[in-house]
């Protein structure tokens, strides 16, 4: 089926740092959206990225559909960040089917 | 305007019961989809309901099942409860299938069984 992964799997973070997520996925997609779970456990939804690069805030995502990856930017992280970043493929058509990736659990410390 | 909403939050069952989860939409949304989150498998594909029609099922037994009402308002079903359901279920809304850019989750129902 269908890959998704995401590097690293950790990440530990200085409050005022910026950092690169990577998520990786084995076959051509024509979407992929970037979710945030907070320590309560629900899903925010951050980008909606088929390609080219979005910008909200301090977040920013790029993905290269050709080249199957998609880059979640995290500028001058703050302890709110914390939390598991999912990145998930999108089917075609109409369906909300999601296929996530891994996560990467991200640890920002004052 | 009201998030998506499931209830119950927490419920701790024992192995053989069955258990009933409840998800409200967000007002005006009519898909809703049904995802199971576990430490080992990660996050799962359930169900995704439409006027009240399954449109898609993800790979679960037969236990796992679930049904969408006329006011979009959807619960899940799973029977004969195994100590591998432990999880979070999460239910997510959007206005239509497919509009993922706008799809929003609910905070989960946390299940642990016993």
């Known amino acids: 089926g269908i890959q998704v992964e995401q590097s690293p799997p950790d990440l530990i973070l200085q409050e005022g740092a910026n950092s690169t997520l990577r998520c990786n996925f084995s076959d051509s997609v024509n979407n992929l959206q970037w979710f945030h779970q907070n320590p309560w456990g629900q899903l925010i939804n951050l980008f909606y990225?088929?390609?080219g690069t979005k910008q909200n805030g301090r977040l920013s995502a790029t993905t290269v559909a050709t080249e199957r990856y998609s880059l979640l930017y995290i500028s001058s992280s703050q302890t709110t960040d914390s939390g598991v970043y999912f990145c998930a493929r999108v089917p075609t058509g109409t369906a909300s089917k999601l296929t996530f990736g891994t996560g990467t659990r991200l640890q920002v410390t004052l | 305007k009201a998030g998506v909403t499931q209830t119950p939050r927490y419920l701790i069952k024992t192995r053989g019961q069955q258990v009933t989860l409840s998800c409200s939409p967000i007002s005006g949304h009519r898909s809703v989809s049904w995802y199971q989150q576990t430490p080992g498998q990660g996050l799962q594909f359930l169900f995704e309901y439409f006027s009240e029609t399954q449109r898609n099922k993800g790979n679960f037994p037969g236990r796992f099942s679930g049904r969408q009402f006329s006011n979009s308002r959807s619960e899940m079903n799973v029977s004969t409860l195994e100590l591998g359901d432990s999880a979070l279920y999460l239910c997510?809304?959007?206005?239509?299938?497919?509009?993922?850019?706008?799809?929003?989750f609910g905070s989960g129902t946390q299940l642990s069984v016993l």
């Open positions: 997510a809304s959007s206005l239509i299938p497919g509009s993922n850019e706008k799809l929003f």
């Open positions: 990225i088929p390609s």
